[in-house]
């Protein structure tokens, strides 16, 4: 079964192929077998046919590339011409006597065409076609082809090496790497037999004139002492014959010129060639209006004919102005396209599996009716969270993930949901016709409202209605609006997780904008002394404590000076710390003063105490007596509450070694509060200690 579905698939081929060799094969036989004047006939509207054929398709084509037979074809046509031209010759010198018509219908209707009944016009119109063929068109096409095909083969080893450098970056894959290198093996193939085929063109133009020569010449000669004819006669029947001969061997030839010129011409440009040249000709409005110009300026000039000027000027005007409203259209139809696209791709993936299953880093959720109240304003909620991703990328160094505004319907009712990785972080009731007054501990307004704790911060506040906000501006408070204090909440949940929002992709971001001369600084340390996940560590750890990784030339140049001595991601923090002390303590200025919370001898002896070292001497474990621990969260509580009550912008100052540890344990009361070590404090800053926790 297989072998007869073999064979019926290969029987066209096989057939195509023999008849094919057929073809060839008639060809080759005019050149020495006698053919009559009908065949003459048929052979020559095929060449002619042939060549409109070859023109059509070379306008037709997108790419020189899709037209790769065409030196086959151009040779084939050029020996099926000569084939002619020897059998027309044959007939033309041995029953040229008998009349215009001795060799076939079609050269004696040419002859009475172009000639008019007057054999020297049709040699000088003869003479044109062949100069215009072999000077202008040939001998152009010619230089474009030795030309293309030079840069096309000195050019080569530079796309290999591109298609191989996309392949390594795994930009393309094998087979596509495969298709462009065969298409590159097609194209110098290409350009390279184009050059050697525009001498087929240029032979042929050549070998016309020496069989027009002939013809006239052995034909006269032939005529006067064979036939008996005057030379006159002999001259006039002879000349109209070779003319004609001539002419129908040139037109095709001609064209099959002009189809070779317009392929070699095309190179790079994609397209058909009327896209081609319509599109760049009528791409500039005011080169249309120009020439339009022009031509009315000719046109009233006296003694030129205004109405061939005056059409043309109207006709280039029209077309200036057409084109641009075309485009106009053109250009919103594609746009609306995309956009539908676009819609269609995002709904798409909307409800796409794998989209589900891709957690959003942040999200903000609001509950069914907190939705529908707030929808007038999602715009406005949308560039204000716009603004605050910029404020964290210029403060902290790295932009923060997109910010979602969506709908939950499981959340509570008049609430909305603050989310990390699809995790809930925070959630709070927001009355959206409610203003929110914060009191601390201090007095209250008079106006009536619910007591309740900041969600940002966790101070007292009071919700009051929005219509009684005048009265508790009078009384000196300052009312904010129920989105500010969503906002604000979100701000300050992104400012607890930024360790967790920055993730290796970002950190690849960072190190990818890096100037030169650290990216090279960042290849002698990565991976040889710290690995990328290391580095990331570091930077996590940073954030961890609201430090900026704004300067990231000098964090890279502090960790290459530890990095070789040191590995765990902890130590090396507090190495980079000491190297950016000016930015830490920046930071926590007020009025220009860092303001500080000592700790007293006996809790850095405590410390120091409860640092276990290993044979190194470096520090292996934290172990510290938990009633011990319990006595200092109190008493740094009361001191660090009562500096903040006094409205102090402070920070803890202890050693450089148990910094880390007094950290651990302030963060779970006092989570924004900073705590520095006494190598951290830069120098020059004036310094003003506000107690010490005894």
């Given at each position: 079964m297989s072998a007869t579905s073999v064979s019926t698939t290969e029987a066209p081929k096989a057939l195509s192929?023999?008849?094919?060799?057929?073809?060839?094969?008639?060809?080759?036989?005019?050149?020495?077998?006698?053919?009559?004047a009908l065949m003459i006939d048929f052979g020559l509207a095929l060449s002619i046919a042939l060549s409109v054929l070859i023109l059509m398709v070379?306008?037709?084509?997108?790419?020189?590339?899709?037209?790769?037979?065409?030196?086959?074809?151009?040779?084939?046509?050029?020996?099926?011409?000569?084939?002619?031209?020897?059998?027309?010759?044959?007939?033309?010198?041995?029953?040229?006597?008998?009349?215009?018509?001795?060799?076939?219908?079609?050269?004696?209707?040419?002859?009475?065409l172009v000639m008019g009944g007057d054999f020297v016009i049709g040699i000088i119109v003869f003479l044109i076609l062949v100069t215009i063929n072999f000077l202008v068109i040939t001998k152009g096409a010619t230089?474009?082809?030795?030309?293309?095909?030079?840069?096309t083969l000195d050019a080569i080893p530079g796309k290999q090496m591109a298609i191989d450098?996309?392949?390594?970056?795994?930009?393309?894959?094998?087979?596509v790497a495969q298709q462009r290198r065969r298409e590159l093996e097609e194209e110098s193939a290409f350009f390279g037999s184009m050059d050697g085929?525009?001498?087929?063109?240029?032979?042929?133009?050549?070998?016309?004139?020496?069989?027009?020569?002939?013809?006239?010449f052995g034909g006269i000669v032939i005529g006067v002492t064979r036939h008996g004819m005057s030379l006159t006669s002999a001259s006039d029947v002879f000349t109209k014959l070779s003319v004609g001969d001539g002419l129908v061997s040139q037109i095709p030839a001609l064209i099959i010129s002009l189809a070779a010129g317009l392929l070699v011409a095309k190179g790079g440009t994609r397209g058909s060639t009327e896209k081609a040249v319509f599109g760049q000709l009528g791409h500039y409005p005011s080169a249309l209006f120009m020439a339009a110009s022009l031509m009315i300026i000719l046109g009233v000039i006296p003694g030129l004919p205004l109405v061939p000027f005056a059409a043309l000027g109207g006709l280039l005007g029209f077309v200036g102005v057409a084109i641009p409203a075309r485009a106009r259209k053109v250009g919103q139809a594609?746009?609306?396209?995309?956009?539908?696209?676009?819609?269609?791709?995002?709904?798409?993936?909307?409800?796409?599996?794998?989209?589900?299953?891709?957690?959003?880093?942040?999200?903000?959720?609001?509950?069914?009716?907190?939705?529908?109240?707030?929808?007038?304003?999602?715009?406005?909620i949308a560039n204000r969270v716009a603004k605050m991703r910029r404020k964290f990328a210029r403060e902290y160094g790295f932009v923060v993930p997109e910010i979602r505004l969506t709908d939950e319907i499981s959340a509570p009712a008049k609430s909305y949901q603050i989310r990390l990785h699809g995790t809930i972080a925070a959630t709070q009731e927001l009355r959206v016709h409610e203003v929110l007054v914060v009191v601390g501990d201090g007095r209250r307004p008079s106006t009536p409202g619910d007591e309740i704790r900041e969600p940002a911060f966790g101070m007292k506040a009071i919700w009051i209605p929005e219509s009684l906000a005048a009265d508790a501006r009078r009384e000196g408070f300052r009312p904010i609006d129920p989105i500010s204090v969503m906002l604000t909440h979100l701000s300050e949940t992104i400012h607890n997780n930024l360790a967790r929002l920055l993730s290796y992709r970002d950190m690849r971001g960072l190190l990818d904008r890096l100037e030169p001369e650290y990216k090279r600084l960042l290849d002698d340390i990565c991976p040889s002394q710290i690995s990328h996940s290391g580095l990331l560590a570091v930077f996590k750890l940073l954030l961890a404590e609201r430090v900026s990784v704004r300067n990231l030339?000098?964090?890279?140049?502090?960790?290459?000076?530890?990095?070789?001595?040191i590995r765990r991601p902890e130590q090396i923090v507090e190495h980079v710390r000491v190297r950016i002390a000016p930015q830490i303590c920046g930071a926590i200025l007020d009025g220009g003063v860092l303001k500080v919370l000592r700790l007293g001898n006996r809790w850095d002896m405590v410390f120091h105490q409860s640092l276990k070292r290993d044979a190194k001497g470096e520090v292996a474990e934290f172990d510290i007596d938990p009633r011990l621990m319990e006595e200092f969260a109190t008493q740094v509580s009361a001191a660090i509450r009562k500096r903040l009550e006094e409205k102090h912008m402070f920070a803890v100052v202890t050693t450089a070694e148990t910094r880390p540890f007094v950290r651990m344990i302030i963060e779970r009361m006092f989570p924004t509060l900073p705590v520095l070590s006494q190598l951290e404090i830069a120098r020059g800053i004036e310094v003003r200690s506000l107690g010490v926790v005894a």
């Amino acid at each position: 079964m297989s072998a007869t579905s073999v064979s019926t698939t290969e029987a066209p081929k096989a057939l195509s192929d023999v008849g094919f060799a057929i073809g060839i094969v008639m060809v080759l036989c005019l050149f020495f077998l006698p053919v009559p004047a009908l065949m003459i006939d048929f052979g020559l509207a095929l060449s002619i046919a042939l060549s409109v054929l070859i023109l059509m398709v070379s306008l037709w084509i997108q790419k020189p590339l899709e037209f790769s037979a065409f030196p086959t074809v151009l040779l084939v046509a050029t020996v099926l011409r000569l084939a002619l031209n020897i059998s027309t010759t044959r007939l033309i010198l041995s029953h040229g006597s008998s009349g215009e018509t001795a060799a076939g219908y079609i050269i004696a209707g040419f002859a009475r065409l172009v000639m008019g009944g007057d054999f020297v016009i049709g040699i000088i119109v003869f003479l044109i076609l062949v100069t215009i063929n072999f000077l202008v068109i040939t001998k152009g096409a010619t230089r474009i082809a030795e030309v293309g095909a030079r840069f096309t083969l000195d050019a080569i080893p530079g796309k290999q090496m591109a298609i191989d450098a996309d392949l390594s970056a795994g930009l393309i894959d094998e087979k596509v790497a495969q298709q462009r290198r065969r298409e590159l093996e097609e194209e110098s193939a290409f350009f390279g037999s184009m050059d050697g085929a525009s001498k087929f063109v240029r032979g042929d133009a050549i070998a016309g004139l020496i069989i027009l020569g002939v013809n006239i010449f052995g034909g006269i000669v032939i005529g006067v002492t064979r036939h008996g004819m005057s030379l006159t006669s002999a001259s006039d029947v002879f000349t109209k014959l070779s003319v004609g001969d001539g002419l129908v061997s040139q037109i095709p030839a001609l064209i099959i010129s002009l189809a070779a010129g317009l392929l070699v011409a095309k190179g790079g440009t994609r397209g058909s060639t009327e896209k081609a040249v319509f599109g760049q000709l009528g791409h500039y409005p005011s080169a249309l209006f120009m020439a339009a110009s022009l031509m009315i300026i000719l046109g009233v000039i006296p003694g030129l004919p205004l109405v061939p000027f005056a059409a043309l000027g109207g006709l280039l005007g029209f077309v200036g102005v057409a084109i641009p409203a075309r485009a106009r259209k053109v250009g919103q139809a594609e746009a609306a396209v995309r956009a539908q696209q676009e819609e269609r791709n995002r709904a798409e993936a909307r409800t796409s599996i794998k989209e589900q299953l891709k957690p959003v880093e942040i999200e903000l959720c609001f509950s069914k009716e907190l939705a529908a109240t707030l929808l007038s304003q999602h715009a406005e909620i949308a560039n204000r969270v716009a603004k605050m991703r910029r404020k964290f990328a210029r403060e902290y160094g790295f932009v923060v993930p997109e910010i979602r505004l969506t709908d939950e319907i499981s959340a509570p009712a008049k609430s909305y949901q603050i989310r990390l990785h699809g995790t809930i972080a925070a959630t709070q009731e927001l009355r959206v016709h409610e203003v929110l007054v914060v009191v601390g501990d201090g007095r209250r307004p008079s106006t009536p409202g619910d007591e309740i704790r900041e969600p940002a911060f966790g101070m007292k506040a009071i919700w009051i209605p929005e219509s009684l906000a005048a009265d508790a501006r009078r009384e000196g408070f300052r009312p904010i609006d129920p989105i500010s204090v969503m906002l604000t909440h979100l701000s300050e949940t992104i400012h607890n997780n930024l360790a967790r929002l920055l993730s290796y992709r970002d950190m690849r971001g960072l190190l990818d904008r890096l100037e030169p001369e650290y990216k090279r600084l960042l290849d002698d340390i990565c991976p040889s002394q710290i690995s990328h996940s290391g580095l990331l560590a570091v930077f996590k750890l940073l954030l961890a404590e609201r430090v900026s990784v704004r300067n990231l030339n000098l964090i890279l140049e502090a960790i290459a000076e530890i990095a070789p001595h040191i590995r765990r991601p902890e130590q090396i923090v507090e190495h980079v710390r000491v190297r950016i002390a000016p930015q830490i303590c920046g930071a926590i200025l007020d009025g220009g003063v860092l303001k500080v919370l000592r700790l007293g001898n006996r809790w850095d002896m405590v410390f120091h105490q409860s640092l276990k070292r290993d044979a190194k001497g470096e520090v292996a474990e934290f172990d510290i007596d938990p009633r011990l621990m319990e006595e200092f969260a109190t008493q740094v509580s009361a001191a660090i509450r009562k500096r903040l009550e006094e409205k102090h912008m402070f920070a803890v100052v202890t050693t450089a070694e148990t910094r880390p540890f007094v950290r651990m344990i302030i963060e779970r009361m006092f989570p924004t509060l900073p705590v520095l070590s006494q190598l951290e404090i830069a120098r020059g800053i004036e310094v003003r200690s506000l107690g010490v926790v005894a």
